[in-house]
T-cell receptor
Framework: GQQLNQSPQSMFIQEGEDVSMNCTSSSIFNTWLWYKQDPGEGPVLLIALYKAGELTSNGRLTAQFGITRKDSFLNISASIPSDVGIYFCAGLPRGTGNNRKLIWGLGTSLAVNP | DGGITQSPKYLFRKEGQNVTLSCEQNLNHDAMYWYRQDPGQGLRLIYY???????QKGDIAEGYSVSREKKESFPLTVTSAQKNPTAFYLCASSPRTGGKYEQYFGPGTRLTVT
């Protein structure tokens, strides 16, 4: 099936550093979602974006719906050890209709060195 | 406390046996989903259901079956026809109204078949 291009694949940073990751597609999306997954657990929704250009924050996390509608970005400021995990982007392509099948990226694995 | 429950957390089966994974939600969501997660492959959609008594195949439905007799429940059966059933299985649900497409996940079931 279709997949989103999510990068980077993995990151290893020092505590306190800022983090940026992104998701791109060759087609237009109507919805972008960002999730975090801890080891052995289900993904947890962080931020949902529904309008091109939309910038939404959730604590130290900020996500943007790209103006071209083909990409989205997630930033984490002042990282802390509990930010460790895998971050997934997911989106709903334009014209999907009512089937509500999300398209997923392969994830960005984040490691934080205290 | 609203949410999605999956049981058991860990499941072990012998090759050739069918096994059913449980998924229950009390969020009053119409849509429910089953995903399979393997290392490095992100989330792959097995089956989804947008309403009671109706369900559709996802990207990797072969060797799996589902039922949706109640709004709250969407059990997944991994049959002996599934060639490589050992994986982490995630159930999710989503509201069908309000123009929102967020999916909310359960804690997952790790199935090991030997």
């Amino acid at each position: 099936g279709q997949q989103l291009n999510q990068s980077p694949q993995s990151m290893f940073i020092q505590e306190g550093e800022d983090v940026s990751m992104n998701c791109t597609s060759s087609s237009i999306f109507n919805t972008w979602l960002w999730y975090k997954q801890d080891p052995g657990e289900g993904p947890v929704l962080l931020i949902a974006l529904y309008k091109a250009g939309e910038l939404t924050s959730n604590g130290r996390l900020t996500a943007q719906f790209g103006i071209t509608r083909k990409d989205s970005f997630l930033n984490i400021s002042a990282s802390i050890p509990s930010d460790v995990g895998i971050y997934f982007c997911a989106g709903l392509p334009r014209g999907t209709g009512n089937n509500r099948k999300l398209i997923w990226g392969l994830g960005t694995s984040l490691a934080v060195n205290p | 406390d609203g949410g999605i429950t999956q049981s058991p957390k860990y499941l072990f089966r012998k090759e050739g046996q069918n096994v059913t994974l449980s998924c229950e939600q009390n969020l009053n969501h119409d849509a429910m989903y089953w995903y399979r997660q393997d290392p490095g492959q992100g989330l792959r959609l097995i089956y989804y259901s947008q309403i009671v008594n109706d369900f559709q195949k996802g990207d990797i439905a072969e060797g799996y079956s589902v039922s949706r007799e109640k709004k709250e429940s969407f059990p997944l059966t991994v049959t002996s026809a599934q060639k490589n059933p050992t994986a982490f299985y995630l159930c999710a649900s989503s509201p069908r109204t309000g123009g929102k497409y967020e999916q909310y996940f359960g804690p997952g079931t790790r199935l090991t078949v030997t």
